[in-house]
């Protein structure tokens, strides 16, 4: 394996450096935020002259610095204890949640006007509405995924079909790189998943019912790329002769599960109204690997989790992704259709299918359906999963390879 480069977020700190504002690093734990800011990072400051001394980096999750996790005072009289001059100081805080008050913390570092603050947090609650109100408009975030495919394919080298599929199965942790054989990746992932991420909630949120909570995530892991709201999953476990059972727990332990970055929700978005409708949702798994190893790797239908995958992809390059839904009139009868993404930034917009394949007229027909009743002129995609050069179809839409649209982002361009 050689060195993973994450330059997409690099450079993204690097644009932001000296800005004045606290440079806010999230995402779930063990994606690599800590390896973002040291090495990366901190080699590329020492690469453009800053003095080694004048680069400060504090793990809070480091048994050494749990003192500091009731005691902000203590906390920030230990970070001046390194500053001895004028010269610019690199302050760099790794799962700064864990102390608390931190915010108070970080904007009265903010008066010191020769520190330069990075932090990384691992849940979204570091960004509630009241702590960017106690951050009076001086955060600026920056949010890391797991690797990309493209990350993963430049850090392992070979053919990339068998990498894809190890990607499908073992997804984009980084450490996933460094384990020897299928047996201790799932090994790795399931560990993960048990003593991180289950532990950190249940610690952080004090979660009684802990089997409802292993089985929320079972769930979201198994309906993957389909529709689901809270009611239909508080129905399912009634269902299942779950008595004492709340809506309101259902719907919290969800809130959780979405703060600790394992999933992330997407909006249905009705595209001929122009509007949101507000339930049902899709639940998409920040790392596939993780996913899988919820469920032991079964259920790995190459559908749900290739359109997983696109869906994690078009976060990555920073595209807003919306579930679309057309309705359309049939035989005096109203049918919803499914767009897989609607996916916008700025005044780009594109509608994707997500498609095993285009073997036939007829499944072509399938796929372009839907996209073929809206009525814009923004770009269509139909992204298959063999091999194909780009084409376009009779009405229009381009069909790309998803190995093309993971590994040539200029595609979307055309």
């Not at 790794?94 to 932090?119: C, H, R, S, T, W």
């Not at 309705?327 to 916008?344: A, H, K, M, P, Y």
């Amino acid at each position: 394996m050689r060195e993973i480069k994450r330059d997409l977020y690099l450079n993204k700190i690097i644009r932001r450096r000296g800005n004045g504002l606290i440079k806010i690093i999230t995402g779930i734990r063990r994606c690599g935020k800590s390896y973002l800011l040291d090495p990366i990072f901190k080699n590329h400051l020492l690469a453009d002259g800053a003095a080694e001394d004048h680069i400060v980096k504090i793990e809070l999750d480091r048994a050494a610095n749990r003192k500091f996790h009731h005691d902000p005072e203590a906390f920030e009289q230990y970070i001046h204890s390194f500053i001895r001059d004028k010269g610019t100081y690199y302050i760099l805080l790794d799962e700064i949640q864990l102390v608390e008050g931190f915010e108070f913390v970080l904007n009265g570092l903010l008066y010191e006007k020769n520190l330069d603050i990075y932090a990384t947090g691992s849940n979204s609650k570091f960004l509630s509405s009241d702590i960017i109100t106690e951050f009076r408009g001086r955060g600026d975030r920056i949010h890391l995924n797991p690797l990309s495919f493209s990350e993963f394919y430049s850090a392992c080298g070979g053919d990339k079909y068998e990498l894809w599929n190890e990607y499908l199965t073992y997804g984009g942790m980084p450490l996933v790189l460094s384990r020897e054989g299928d047996a201790e990746k799932a090994e790795y992932l399931k560990e993960l998943f048990a003593q991180t991420y289950i532990k950190d909630i249940v610690s952080r949120y004090q979660i009684k019912r802990t089997d409802i909570l292993d089985a929320l995530i079972n769930v979201l892991a198994s309906s993957v790329g389909s529709l689901t709201n809270p009611q239909k999953i508080y129905d399912t476990f009634k269902s299942h002769g779950e008595k004492e059972l709340s809506l309101n727990t259902v719907n919290s332990y969800l809130s959780h599960i979405e703060d600790a970055f394992i999933v992330r929700k997407a909006e249905r978005y009705d595209v001929k109204g122009r509007k949101y409708i507000s339930t049902p949702h899709k639940y998409y798994f920040s790392d596939l690997g993780l996913r899988n190893a919820r469920l032991n790797f079964r259920q790995q239908e190459e559908n749900h989790l290739m359109e997983n995958a696109i869906y994690n992809e078009l976060a990555v390059r920073g595209f807003n992704v919306d579930v679309g839904a057309v309705e359309l009139r049939e035989n005096g009868r109203r049918i919803q259709t499914e767009v897989d993404f609607v996916c916008s930034k700025g005044s780009r917009r594109y509608y994707i299918q997500s498609a095993l394949n285009l073997s036939a007229p007829e499944k072509t027909a399938q796929e372009s359906r839907s996209l073929n009743l809206i009525e814009d002129h923004f770009q269509k995609i139909i992204i298959v999963r063999d091999p194909v050069k780009p084409w376009y179809t009779e009405d229009g839409i381009l069909v790309v390879g998803i190995l093309d649209f993971m590994l040539k982002p200029e595609l979307l361009e055309q």
